[in-house]
């Protein structure tokens, strides 16, 4: 209960920060061209933001940016919790803010759509990169559905990109639909692993594997070495019994340790093959097109049924037929077909 307080004052509070500063959509735009970070944290919450008179602003704001969006490398990362996903992203991070590349760090968390506290992507976790003037966190969007957080996190990716941030990672717990969801907006997926006790395979759920271009096992240090070789061995040889993905690329099972920063820079090196890779078999960008096509198809089917649903006559009419079909006094199909024809 606290925590659900806590973020809606948190919410209410960026708001009014939102109202009290310049709100001009060119303003946001000239600070984000500049990289300034306060210009980002307040486009985000504009996009965040559900009123009205908001939307057309974050529309009008998201179309001037894309001419500057889309140079980066979008990265996803998923993993159970206790992981290390955090301890991943801060030594990961702190790796590529090295090498001179700034990086935004979001999450997307469907339980925030339940308890409206992240549990994910939250600056306490990454305390040293959250202080890193080349780095930008930003907790999971609140929102009633993973759809909600589908929008906000893609738009914020597009916002990030403006404003020159070059890697971005996107975080999640993989509960329900939220690895596919991420998967859909990133051009890496990265799966983190821990090296179990010789059964490794079990309980991982077989569209992930799928989606992985990368399993990287965490925790490779102390006695935990052979475990992880042996981990490794297991990944691998799974991995090849899966058909070659359209992108040309063979996933990898590489292993590290984010506590001790060891096995950082050979993940990096393997990101950065992938780009190559991709880039010159015009996969990376022609996945991009499909995404937004997708996306675009997608919103278009939210909306229609929004739309729907919101209607009042419809609403009369499905209230009416619902505990016919409860009786089986017409089919689910029949009431169905009379639902949306009801409507012409
Ligand atoms: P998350 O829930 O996936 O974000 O996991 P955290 O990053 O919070 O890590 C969970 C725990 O595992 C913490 O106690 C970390 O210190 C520990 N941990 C994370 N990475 C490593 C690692 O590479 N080696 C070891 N030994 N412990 C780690």
Redesign the pocket.
Known sequence: MKKEENKKDFTTKRLKTLRKKDLSVQGLLDGLLKGDKSALGQAITLIESTKVSHLKKSEELITRCLRYAGNSVRIGIT?V????????IESFGSHLTKLGKKVAVLAVDPSSSFTKGSILGDKT?MESLAKNASAFIRPSPASDSLGGVTRKTRETIILCEAAGYETILIETVGVGQSETVVHSMVDFFLLLKLAGAGDELQGIKRGIMEMADAIVI??A??NNLKNVKLAQTEFSRALHLYPPKPNGWAPQVLSC????NKGIEAIWNMILEFVKTTQQNSYFEKNRSEQNKNWFLQTVEQLLKQQFYQDSDTKQLLKKLLPEVELNKISPFAAANKLINARK
């Open positions: 993993g919790p206790g992981v290390g996903k955090s301890t991943f976790r965490n925790k240090d102390g340790s984010a506590l001790e």
